[in-house]
C-alpha cells in the first residue's frame, strides 16, 4: 500500500474509532467498515499512533481510540469544528516560512473564503512594520485567513480590528482573562502583548480584491521560551493562566468568533462593533504619543473611525489616524 493510501485509510480509520471514544470496536466489525486487510489495518494504526494518536488494541483484535494530540493537523481543526466557512478549508503544515505568504498565493488562485493556512513553526514569520514574528514549534498559533470582503481600502483597517475583538473574546472566554487591544493590531493581556494581526491586501483604487489576515497567538509559552530581548514584553495563554491550553479547541473557538463577527461586518459595518473596540480598547479616553511618518503627534485617544483609523483630540483639532506606533503617557 502506498503512503496515500495508508493516509487516506488512517484517516478512515480515526473518523469511525473516534465516534465514541474508548468504545473497543471489533476487528471483523473494523475490516468490514473501512474494506481493507488486516496488514493494512496494522499500518494504519501505526501511522496514527506515529501522528501522536493514542489507540489501543488488545489481543482480541480489538481497537479503542483513546486521545488526540494538540497538533493543528487539518483533520482534527475539522473534527468538532462548527463553523460554516471559516476554516472549512485547512492548509496545514509543519514548518513554512510564512503562512501569510501562502495564504497570498492561494488567495490569487481564488481559494474560497474562509480557507486558511496554518503552521506548527514559521521561519520567516512576518511582524508589522517590517519585523519578525518570533515563530517557533508547538507553542504558538500560526495562522492566515483569507477574506474577500467587497470593501474600500479605505476600510480595510477595520478588518485587523475586527479580528481584533473576535480574538479578544475568544482570549476572555478563558478564565476571564483582561485582555485589551492596542490600536490598530495588538491584543494584550496584563500590558504583555499576547497576539499581533497582520493583514495584507490586493486591491485597486476603490476595492479590495483580497485580503489575508495573519494572525500570531502566543498559546502555550512559558516565559522562558521567549527571545530575550522581548520577554518582558510579550506573554502566552499559559503564562497568564498557568495551564496548558488546547490549541485546537482555541483555535476552533477563535474561528466561530470570527465568522460570526465577519459576517456582520460585512453587512453593518466596523461601527457595528463600536461598543466592544471601545471596551476593549487599552488607548481610547488615554492621552497618548503617536508616532507617524517621522512625526509625534501628543494628544487624547477619543473614538474608533469607521474605517478603522484612531480618531486623536489635538490642540490643533481632531485628526483620524490610520497607521502609526502607540504609546500611552503615564500621567
Ligand atoms: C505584528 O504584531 O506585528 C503582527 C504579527 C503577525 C504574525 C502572523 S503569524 C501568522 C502570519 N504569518 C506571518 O508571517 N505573519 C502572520
Request: one cysteine or more; glycine letters at 8%.
Amino acid at each position: 500500500m502506498n503512503n496515500i493510501a495508508v493516509n487516506a485509510l488512517s484517516d478512515k480509520l480515526l473518523a469511525l474509532i473516534r465516534r465514541r471514544s474508548g468504545h473497543a470496536y471489533t476487528l471483523g466489525y473494523i475490516l468490514g467498515k473501512l474494506k481493507c486487510t488486516n496488514k493494512e489495518l496494522a499500518l494504519a494504526v501505526k501511522l496514527l499512533r506515529q501522528s501522536g494518536y493514542k489507540v489501543s488494541r488488545t489481543k482480541k483484535g480489538t481497537i479503542a481510540f483513546t486521545s488526540a494530540p494538540d497538533f493543528l493537523y487539518a483533520n482534527e481543526i475539522y473534527h468538532g469544528l462548527t463553523t460554516k466557512f471559516m476554516g472549512r478549508i485547512v492548509h496545514a503544515y509543519k514548518k513554512v516560512q510564512s503562512t501569510n505568504t501562502i495564504a497570498s498565493q492561494l488567495a490569487s488562485a481564488d481559494a474560497p473564503e474562509g480557507t486558511i493556512v496554518i503552521a506548527e513553526e514559521q521561519t520567516r514569520g512576518r511582524g508589522r512594520l517590517g519585523r519578525q514574528w518570533y515563530s517557533t514549534e508547538g507553542f504558538g498559533i500560526y495562522l492566515s485567513m483569507i477574506v474577500y470582503p467587497k470593501i474600500d481600502p479605505m476600510h480595510a483597517p477595520g478588518l485587523s480590528i475586527l479580528t481584533a475583538v473576535s480574538l479578544a473574546d475568544t482570549i476572555s472566554g478563558y478564565d476571564d482573562l483582561d485582555v485589551k487591544i492596542k490600536w490598530p493590531n495588538d491584543c494584550l493581556i496584563n500590558g504583555r502583548k499576547v497576539a499581533g494581526i497582520l493583514t495584507e491586501l490586493s486591491s485597486d483604487l476603490d476595492h479590495v480584491h483580497r485580503a489575508v489576515i495573519g494572525i500570531g497567538i502566543n498559546i502555550n509559552h512559558r516565559r522562558r521560551d521567549f527571545p530575550e530581548d522581548i520577554r518582558k514584553r510579550a506573554t502566552s495563554l499559559r503564562a497568564e493562566m498557568k495551564e496548558t491550553i488546547h490549541r485546537v479547541e482555541f483555535l476552533q473557538s477563535f474561528l466561530r468568533h470570527f465568522e460570526k463577527d465577519y459576517v456582520a461586518f460585512r453587512k453593518n459595518g466596523l461601527m457595528a462593533f463600536r461598543k466592544r473596540i471601545i471596551d476593549y480598547s487599552l488607548l481610547i479616553g488615554n492621552r497618548i504619543t503617536l508616532d507617524y511618518k517621522g512625526t509625534r503627534f501628543t494628544g487624547k485617544a477619543i473614538d474608533i473611525h469607521e474605517t478603522g483609523g484612531l480618531i486623536l483630540e489635538l490642540p490643533e483639532g481632531n485628526r483620524v489616524f490610520t497607521a502609526g506606533e502607540v504609546t500611552v503617557v503615564k500621567a
